[in-house]
């Protein structure tokens, strides 16, 4: 089984049915829900409040990860955390006090997560790093589901996986846009160990549990391919050392 963990965003979700559709995807083997939370400034978008998440935080056990796309997070992440969250992610490009705001989600029991817009580099999370339980690289440019998938963004995750080894390997590699499971293999192949997927979860045809499948299955397979490759590396050198 895959150790790569799925993050459904229900910005995709049917919002008449949000709870069943929270429900279905704990019942697939989600294991936590991806709220994104904009305001029309830091995005050109608007979605979801502290009453979004009370609401869903009645029918699920998940823990909820709260994506704040929004110019002064410092001022929300209280009524947030009154309203049963369990991480933030914050962005790098919306914040001047980066550290401060990381601080302020810690002593409110959180856990932190930085988010990183794809034209911003990975360097300058090596002086917070420290701090974080996960880095969120964005692999479209935030503010709208069902875009496109930014390939370029696939050397810097490698990037990001390597810091997160070097100075806090507990700290989780999650990527967010344009996952399905084409994408998904690669972004894991690049050092992601969390995937946010929105459309293809909650925006297949074939409903929330044939979705959730398809990505389990694509991720199984890395495992089988790398086992194979493991198999036949063991296979060349015992073959070397007899000869
Ligand atoms: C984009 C959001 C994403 C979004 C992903 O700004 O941060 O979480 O819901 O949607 P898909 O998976 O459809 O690209
Ligand atoms: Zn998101």
Avoid: Y
Wanted: proline share 4%; with cysteine.
């Amino acid at each position: 089984m895959s150790v790569v963990k799925l993050a459904p965003s229900i910005l995709a979700a049917d919002f008449a049915r949000l709870g069943q559709q929270v429900s279905e995807a704990e019942h697939a083997g989600a294991d936590r829900i991806h709220v994104d939370v904009m305001d029309g400034r830091f995005v050109r978008n608007l979605s979801m409040g502290p009453a979004i998440v009370q609401s869903i935080r009645r029918v699920t056990q998940l823990p909820l990860e709260i994506h704040l796309m929004i110019s002064d997070p410092d001022f929300f992440l209280e009524e947030f955390a009154a309203a049963g969250s369990d991480s933030f992610l914050v962005h790098w490009e919306s914040n001047n006090n980066l550290h401060r705001t990381v601080q302020r989600i810690r002593t409110l029991g959180k856990r932190a997560g930085v988010a990183i817009n794809p034209a911003t580099a990975s360097g300058g999370l090596e002086e917070i790093v420290q701090d974080l339980d996960q880095v969120l690289v964005m692999t479209v440019n935030p503010g709208f589901g069902h875009q496109q998938f930014i390939r370029a963004t696939l050397p810097k995750i490698g990037r990001v996986r390597e810091l997160i080894e070097r100075r806090r390997p507990a700290c989780e590699v999650e990527v967010d846009g344009g996952i399905d499971a084409t994408t998904a293999p690669l972004a894991v192949r690049a050092g992601a160990t969390v995937l946010v997927a929105g459309s293809a979860i909650f925006g297949a045809r074939e409903g929330v549990a044939a979705a959730m499948k398809r990505l389990q299955t694509a991720l199984n397979h890395i495992d089988d391919e790398t086992e194979a490759a493991e198999q036949s590396a063991l296979q060349r050198s015992q073959r070397c050392s007899s000869e």
